[in-house]
């Protein structure tokens, strides 16, 4: 037997996963959820405003001592901003407002984002392949 994940949406995939969302979509989604700007959550961390920015825009992320504290601030667990898994916030209320045109364009950005990452994995694979295969050709 399944178990209906409260967070998937319509098309079966879950709102805040990693295939779905980054951490930057999370941490937004919470802190909006919480009801904060981003200058308020900033201020309650002792971070500037550009630096929740640019965790919201993927372009850094916080530190693990600042990760405990935006996950109690924001009511999410430190699994669930890192991954998407584990006591993080609901599926969005007006998924059901969006138009099946709407769905696939989603559900073809979510399959482009997992292609991006498994390419991404076999890159990492190959390159480390190479390294080797040169370290041991100047060996």
Avoid at 19 to 48: H, I, N, Y
Wanted: charged share 30%.
């Amino acid at each position: 037997m399944t178990r209906k994940d409260p967070d998937m949406n319509s098309d079966g995939s879950d709102w805040f996963s990693p295939e779905a969302a980054t951490f930057g979509d999370r941490l937004a989604a919470a802190r909006d959820a919480a009801s904060m700007t981003q200058a308020q959550l900033a201020k309650r961390l002792g971070v500037k405003a550009a630096t929740i920015r640019s965790w919201e825009n993927d372009l850094s992320e916080p530190r693990a001592n600042h990760l405990s504290t935006i996950a109690g601030l924001l009511n999410v667990s430190i699994m669930w901003l890192i991954n998407g898994e584990g006591e993080g916030l609901d599926a969005p209320d007006d998924a059901g407002a969006l138009t099946p045109d709407v769905l696939e364009i989603l559900s073809e950005i979510r399959d482009l984002r997992a292609q991006f990452r498994a390419s991404a994995e076999k890159l990492g694979r190959l390159e480390k392949a190479l390294r080797m295969k040169l370290k041991d050709q100047v060996e």
